[in-house]
Nanobody
């Protein structure tokens, strides 16, 4: 069992930046592809970004390319999401997720992720 705990959300104005963190429990973090998803009110949960277990490959939704950066620190079991130039449409609950160990592919598909955090709220005002 892996527990994921997100932090770093908050209320900011459009154009500001936030950095989300996700701390994972256990000893398998470095073997897992990690992802960030988000869910806006009344909408389905959508893919935001993912990073492979070594941190050598990253994947982004078109809506965040060039503004968001995913990274990881395997020594500290943490994955980050740096969010710049935030827009009101980025308002959502952001979830961290983990794939099974040594899996690959389907980085943008919810069904590929087996553990999820509780989420952290990001609100961007105009």
């Amino acid at each position: 069992q892996v527990q994921l705990v997100e932090s770093g959300g908050g209320l900011v104005q459009a154009g500001a930046s936030l950095r989300l963190s996700c701390l994972a429990s256990g000893r398998t973090f470095s073997s897992r592809t990690m992802g960030w998803f988000r869910q806006a009110p009344g909408k389905e949960r959508d893919f935001v970004a993912a990073i492979n277990r070594g941190g050598t490959a990253t994947y982004y939704a078109d809506s965040v390319k060039g503004r968001f950066t995913i990274s990881r620190d395997n020594a500290n079991n943490t994955v980050y999401l740096q969010m710049n130039s935030l827009k009101p449409e980025d308002t959502a609950v952001y979830y961290c997720a983990a794939q099974p160990p040594y899996s690959s592919g389907g980085e943008n598909r919810e069904s590929r992720y087996v553990f999820w955090g509780q989420g952290t709220q990001v609100t961007v005002s105009t």
